[in-house]
């Protein structure tokens, strides 16, 4: 019957471990991505995090919580913005753009009709 009570206190014992893990690397991460927070704050508050962690913790949550939620939106909205800057560029053109250029070669006299068809061809493939 020990065993049991063991293992059980083993569980409960690791999720609240895990849960601490993932709240100190959250602050952390929150820490360095506050842009606004001096170097010397950054600091102390890591200091703080080290020597005296579960105090530290729940004051930062405390006094900085209601701005992690809005660092890490805008973190995560400027990745998304840069991920979508970076696909289109690599993507380059759709192939309406390119008929849309193949035609005006096309008015403009520098192709010919089948030249113009073959293009037309590409794009849509």
Known sequence: MSNFWDMVWLMISTFFFVAYLIIMFQIVVDLFRDHELGGGSK???VIGLIFIPV???IIYIIAR???MA???QA???KAK???ETYI???AGKSPAADIAEA???LDAGTITQSEFDKLKAKALA
Request: hydrophobic share 40%.
């Open 43 to 45: 600091v102390l508050w």
């Open 55 to 57: 105090l530290t913790a």
């Open 65 to 67: 919580g209601k701005g």
């Open 70 to 72: 809005g660092r890490q």
């Open 75 to 77: 973190s995560l909205q």
């Open 81 to 83: 913005s840069e991920t």
């Open 88 to 90: 289109k560029t690599v």
């Open 103 to 105: 035609k005006a070669l």
